[in-house]
């Protein structure tokens, strides 16, 4: 099924809000595109997965979620992964192996969520200012998890993702 008619009815540099009609004399369905983006789930060369803790005004609190970020016009999802692990956390990966994609929310975002992976991250320099490095074990992830700390849910679906290609 595809719609009749598609337009955007907003735009930022962040998100184009679109009017997707399905059927004639039907009120359209909103939703929105939005770039694809990177999540790095990254071990640490003693064996722990980083992580970030950061202020997000979507949800007015701070998040502790792993390293990501969009995807960049002409930028390899495996780049933007390492890019965003280095910025956030100011760790290098030396390699980076791209698991797959993912749909982050079906029901109103038209993108992709990239889960990367890369061992035996090295700290090289400082985490970006705002940004507090975190890192556990696959034990203390799991009770993070749990308790509705590490809550980030397509984050979560990056570790599983990595857990089932055999990486954790």
Not at 38 to 51: G, N
Not at 90 to 114: C, H, T
């Amino acid at each position: 099924m595809q719609p009749i008619k598609t337009e955007v009815v907003f735009s930022t540099p962040f998100f184009d809000l679109l009017a997707k009609t399905m059927k004639p004399g039907e009120l359209p369905y909103y939703s929105l595109r939005v770039p694809d983006f990177a999540v790095m789930v990254a071990l640490t060369e003693d064996d722990r997965m980083l992580a970030v803790r950061q202020y997000r005004p979507s949800v007015e609190r701070y998040t502790i979620e792993l390293p990501s970020g969009l995807v960049d016009p002409g930028e390899t999802v495996a780049e933007a992964a390492a890019r965003e692990l280095l910025e956030e956390t100011g760790y290098e990966a030396a390699a980076v192996e791209v698991l797959g994609p993912m749909i982050p929310e079906a029901g109103r975002l038209s993108n992709q969520l990239w889960t990367c992976f890369a061992r035996n991250v090295r700290q090289v320099r400082l985490p970006e200012i705002g940004i507090d490095v975190v890192t556990y074990s696959r034990e203390e992830l799991a009770q993070a998890t749990m308790a509705g700390e590490f809550c980030h849910a397509p984050h979560v679906g990056s570790v599983l993702l990595a857990q089932f290609h055999g990486k954790l």
